[in-house]
């Protein structure tokens, strides 16, 4: 499976983005796919996933602010991002792995990132 994110940019705190993560490479199942960032000088962090049957996860950070979702025909991830925070600035990784429980807990593809800068 390949996956390529596309939708960064800058906005003011409070603001919204949608970000979009093309999938390819698979016929029939769908992966489990997924969310993460990385702010300079800190490791990857999970943001968000949703399972083959649907099942959607969160970190606390971004619960009740970030919805993912799903386009089975048109095989695309999305993840909106709504009353941004600066510390939500980072690169964020598109992957497609292994869920359990709605989670990623397996990542065997990413894409190249997308930077999201939010500004206070």
């Known amino acids: 499976v390949q996956v390529a994110e596309s939708g960064g940019g800058s906005v003011q705190a409070g603001g919204s983005l949608r970000l979009s993560c093309a999938a390819s490479?698979?016929?029939?199942?769908?992966?489990?796919m997924g969310w993460f960032r990385q702010a300079p000088g800190k490791e990857h962090e999970f943001v968000s996933s949703i399972s083959t049957d649907g099942t959607t996860s969160y970190a606390d950070s971004v619960k009740g602010r970030f919805t993912v979702s799903q386009d089975n025909a048109k095989k695309t991830l999305y993840l909106q991002m709504d009353s941004l925070k600066p510390e939500d600035t980072a690169m964020y990784f598109c992957a497609a792995g292994r869920c359990g429980s709605g989670r990623m807990y397996y990542v065997n593809s990413w894409g190249q990132g997308t930077q999201v800068t939010v500004s206070s």
């Open positions: 490479g698979y016929t029939y199942t769908r992966p489990c």
